[in-house]
């Protein structure tokens, strides 16, 4: 069955420094692959997605996320956080068509401190 | 922009009550769900809709149940409140595609059974 695990359940971190949230998965068959984030108070919005292509994909606001196929992995990345990224990140997997599903990580808790 | 809107912020019922969730999406989009979130947990799938009418059971479907009479609007109705289901609850929805569609996700519902 698939799977997805955010092994994280909280991450502080000060403002301007690097951050890494995890995410690996588990499945037989190739999924898209999807990192939402939900602000304190407010529903999920998506921040990236991979389908295919290019192994490394970005958000307009700074955090990318790698692709590895072999390590299932699809690790969230921003070089230099600010305050504004304080929010919880779920990582979310969906098997290709013909199915409706989405799995969902437990999700990330990222406080950046001034 | 894109909205999805859920009737109420927050929810105070009683067990053995009927309580009603609703959400309506103005994208046109054919997939709607409803996902329940808890702390530690993640989101989990109770039910979703691929068309009027139309419903599939998720991962946690029991004490719950669907409506979808018209395409923009989608309800989730406990037929017994129970202070387990004491939760915030997420209406998504999406289009129908080859799998990478985004889900675009409502502010949620938090629901306190007393």
């Known amino acids: 069955a698939q799977s997805v695990t955010q092994l994280d359940s909280q991450v502080p971190v000060f403002e301007e420094a690097p951050v890494e949230l995890r995410c690996n998965y588990s499945?037989?068959?190739?999924?898209?692959l999807f990192w939402y984030v939900q602000y304190p108070n407010q529903g999920l919005q998506l921040l990236l997605k991979?389908?295919?292509?290019?192994?490394l994909v970005k958000s307009i606001n700074g955090f990318e996320a790698e692709f590895n196929k072999s390590q299932t992995s699809f690790h969230l990345r921003k070089p230099s956080v600010h305050i504004s990224d304080t929010a919880e990140y779920f990582c979310?997997?969906?098997?290709?068509?013909?199915?409706?599903?989405?799995?969902f990580g437990t999700g990330t808790r990222l406080k950046v401190l001034a | 922009d894109v909205k999805v809107t859920q009737s109420s912020r927050y929810l105070v019922k009683r067990t053995g009550e009927k309580v009603f969730l609703e959400c309506v999406q103005d994208?046109?989009?054919?997939?709607m769900f409803w996902y329940r979130q808890d702390p530690g947990l993640g989101l989990r799938l109770i039910y979703f809709s691929y068309d009027v009418k139309m419903k599939e059971k998720g991962d946690i479907p029991e004490g719950y149940s669907v409506s979808r009479e018209k395409k923009e609007r989608f309800s989730l109705i406990l037929e017994s409140a129970s202070t387990n289901q004491t939760s915030m609850y997420l209406c998504a929805s999406s289009s129908s595609g080859t799998g990478g569609e985004t889900q675009y996700f409502g502010p949620g519902t938090r629901l306190l059974v007393l």
């Open positions: 994208m046109d989009h054919e997939n």
């Open positions: 499945s037989s068959v190739s999924v898209y």
């Open positions: 991979y389908l295919s292509g290019s192994t």
């Open positions: 979310a997997v969906r098997l290709p068509p013909g199915t409706y599903k989405y799995i």
